[in-house]
């Protein structure tokens, strides 16, 4: 939620997309981008290793009225996501 901190531990490694809402992921400035242009930097994918994972990484929220909405993908290597068949 806007002007809140969370640091987010894994047990493994994920990337991760913003998409929603800009403030900090890590020591880097993270933002949804409302419109790409080819050659455009964004600051909205990340890769966070498994030895960043398990120490946790910072996220701040540094909007006043949006919520900063990050969505992880793991591959099936996380043993707290469940297994589907």
Do not use: W
Request: proline fraction near 6%.
């Amino acid at each position: 939620m806007p002007g809140e901190t969370y640091v987010l531990a894994d047990q493994a490694c994920y990337c991760a997309i913003v998409v929603q809402g800009h403030g900090s992921f890590g020591v880097f400035e993270c933002e949804a981008p409302e419109l790409v242009r080819f050659e455009d930097i964004t600051g909205d994918e990340y890769f966070v290793s498994e030895s960043a994972a398990k120490k946790g990484v910072k996220i701040t929220n540094t909007s006043s009225y949006q919520p900063l909405v990050i969505l992880q993908n793991f591959a099936n290597n996380n043993p707290e996501v469940p297994a589907t068949v």
